[in-house]
């Protein structure tokens, strides 16, 4: 199943919901061209204090699946030193932790092969491919339970979960602070 830009916002509610184990997101990009965080990562990036998105959506999203005893866990694959990008989402980060998600981040020439794609891995059985222009603006969503699909997917979570970083670590690390 293939979604359009614009129809994700109604379909994480439908994901999680559905959830009942984990969802596992890989992140893997050097940076996303998310228009809802363009001005955010402006201002960071000339001085101000770094704030994290204003919406509760993703919030109530994430503490509504773990008050129902679902893990929500993301690594991020990230080049270091991290691009401006990263610098800014790792500063957010702790916000997203709080919130219940398992934030870990993997410097990528520790991290192997890693898929060219990012998605979410729902209860090792659906793929929620995220979708990306070549400029990195969100594209859409394309959704598979291809048993196959799931099982690579989790091969991997599993390969790169092992050596990535918990976020209260990686902030003190020599690869936050170059």
């Not at 659906?126 to 196959?148: C, H, I, M, S, Y």
Request: hydrophobic fraction near 40%.
């Amino acid at each position: 199943m293939l979604l359009r830009p614009g129809d994700e916002p109604r379909l994480w509610p439908t994901l999680f919901a559905h959830c009942q184990r984990s969802a596992f997101h890989l992140e893997q990009r050097d940076s996303y061209a998310v228009p809802e965080e363009a001005e955010r990562i402006r201002r960071y990036l000339s001085g101000e204090e770094a704030v994290p998105a204003p919406s509760r959506e993703w919030p109530d999203l994430i503490h509504e699946a773990t008050s129902r005893g679902v893990s929500i866990s993301r690594v991020r694959v990230v080049t270091v030193p991290h691009t401006d990008y990263h610098r800014w989402l790792l500063s957010v980060t702790g916000v997203r932790v709080n919130d219940g998600e398992d934030i870990r981040y993997l410097p990528r020439h520790l991290a192997g092969e890693v898929p060219s794609d990012d998605w979410w891995l729902m209860d090792a059985a659906q793929v929620a491919f995220n979708l990306t222009t070549e400029t990195g603006a969100p594209a859409g969503l394309a959704l598979t339970t291809d048993p196959r699909i799931a099982a690579h997917c989790e091969g991997v979570r599993q390969r790169l979960w092992k050596p990535a970083i918990p976020y209260a670590d990686y902030v003190k690390s020599e690869f936050a602070n170059p």
